[in-house]
């Protein structure tokens, strides 16, 4: 398997020469790109004898007998991980703002490969919010960033920026390498946003959900090649690329729209935050303020519990929780008496997580384990939630290799 290292400007970049060797001792082949800056640290020959390759160091070497004039392009398409180790300040900025002024910028841009950034910088620097957001923004643009180390600095300083530990890194770039692709042959089927219900032609009665956690799931899944339906209540996201969307806006709407792809699916998820009351009746006028008024509700179905009762043999389904007390009983309650595989369960109680948040923290429940999943940007947590559904495969792939979704859990 190929991979490019990306080295930019920084005292760690000398770092990056074992970088490199530990990666072709898991037999990756590892094409090197410097930045100007990494080039005042380390010299291009000192990689170009240890990985075999020509080492990239521009973008303008069309017309010489260096390379191709769209070898960004080429290299794109060929490599199957970006990582960049040490990344600095400036190259996180610059991939954050979607520059492409030079080989590797470029690169980042052009490529569809999974993206590892390992960012090395004094401590100030890392810990300063253009930095914070500038990865919080790549890690929503699907890239695994790896926190650096705590330590004595190069400059003198102590605390976070040492870049992180050889061994972490080589392991974060082959458990995204394994990840690619592990889904093919899966078809998941999503449910994500808030239902709505009519209480008159102008009003709903509705909640508090984004839609995020839904998305980015739908997008993670379709990442790792799955094929996806998601069933969407109303959301103020962008249409993740890649999948096929079903809008709905009732409960019952989704019901109906689930269970007609429910026999497709391999996999169902139900991020969805379904309204559990609609208005017995809806209003054909705007209702007009005239005192008191009380609604009449009337339950709408379980659907969650109803996609259970209709499965195939062989179909995982994973629901959600929000509980705001006593959240690992309830949750596991639910689990129970809705009959799923697992459940995501979000303590929606905690502050900065959650409901329209970008981040959240989550615990993972079977039956029979509660794998805590802390707090993350949901982009993230999306693709552990997915790792976890896959794991769940595993018992019954060694009982039948057949049926549907038999691709999970095989690896690739
Ligand atoms: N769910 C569903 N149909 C409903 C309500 C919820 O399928 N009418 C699903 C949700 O999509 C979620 C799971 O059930 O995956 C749990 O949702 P939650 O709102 O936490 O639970 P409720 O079923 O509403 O139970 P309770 O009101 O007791 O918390």
Same mark, same amino acid.
């Given at each position: 398997m ?6 930019t ?17 898991k ?16 010299q ?44 600095s300040?400036d ?18 841009l ?13 401590v ?32 003198g300083?102590?605390?976070? *920026?040492? +870049?992180?530990?050889?061994?972490v890194?080589? @392991?974060t770039? $082959? !458990?995204? &390498?394994? %990840? ?33 956690m839904?998305?980015a ?17 109303p959301?103020?996201l ?9 809008p ?42 005239? *005192?008191? +008024?009380?609604l009449?509700?009337?339950?709408? @179905?379980?659907? $969650? !519990?109803? &996609?259970? %009762? ?6 995982l ?29 979000n ?26 999943l ?8 999306a ?12 018992p ?17």
């Amino acid at each position: 398997m190929k991979i490019t290292l990306g080295v930019t400007g920084g005292i760690a970049a000398y770092k990056a020469a074992e970088l490199l060797r530990a990666l072709q001792a898991k037999a990756l082949d590892v094409q090197v790109v410097m930045t100007e800056g990494a080039q005042r640290f380390v010299q291009p020959l000192t990689f170009a004898a240890l990985s075999g390759h020509r080492v990239i160091t521009s973008l303008w070497n069309e017309g010489t007998a260096d390379g191709p004039a769209m070898e960004h392009i080429e290299l794109a398409q060929r490599t199957d991980a970006l990582l960049v180790a040490p990344a600095s300040a400036d190259t996180l900025a610059r991939f954050a703002a979607g520059r492409a002024d030079d080989f590797l910028s470029t690169l980042y841009l052009a490529t569809a490969a999974p993206v590892v950034l390992a960012p090395a910088m004094n401590v100030r620097m890392w810990e300063h919010a253009a930095t914070q957001s500038n990865v919080a923004l790549l890690e929503e643009h699907g890239a695994t960033a790896i926190a650096p180390e705590a330590g004595a600095l190069a400059c003198g300083m102590y605390g976070s *920026g040492r +870049l992180a530990d050889t061994q972490v890194v080589v @392991e974060t770039v $082959l !458990s995204v &390498l394994d %990840r690619r692709e592990d889904l093919a042959g899966e078809t998941v089927l999503l449910s994500a946003g808030g239902t709505r219900e009519a209480v008159d032609p102008v009003r709903f009665l509705g909640n508090r959900s984004s839609g995020k956690m839904g998305y980015a799931l739908a997008e993670a899944a379709s990442r790792r090649g799955a094929r996806v339906i998601l069933v969407s209540a109303p959301t103020a996201l962008r249409a993740p690329g890649g999948c096929e969307m079903v809008p709905v806006t009732t409960a019952g709407e989704m019901r109906a729209a689930l269970l007609d792809h429910l026999p497709q699916a391999s996999v169902v998820i139900m991020a969805a935050a379904v309204s559990d009351y609609r208005p017995r009746l809806v209003a054909e006028q705007k209702l007009r303020r005239a *005192g008191p +008024l009380t609604l009449e509700l009337e339950p709408t @179905e379980d659907i $969650l !519990s109803e &996609l259970v %009762r209709h499965r195939a043999p062989g179909m995982l389904v994973v629901g959600f929780a929000a509980e705001t007390e006593d959240a690992l009983a309830s949750g596991r309650a639910k689990l129970l008496r809705k009959g799923a595989d697992a459940i995501v369960l979000n303590d929606v109680s905690r502050e900065g997580v959650g409901f329209d948040s970008d981040r959240n923290a989550a615990t993972f429940l079977t039956p029979t384990t509660a794998t805590e999943l802390p707090e993350m940007s949901k982009r993230v947590l999306a693709d552990r939630i997915l790792t976890e559904v896959r794991q769940l495969r595993r018992p019954q792939t060694m009982l039948s290799e057949s049926g549907a979704g038999a691709g999970l859990g095989q690896g690739r």
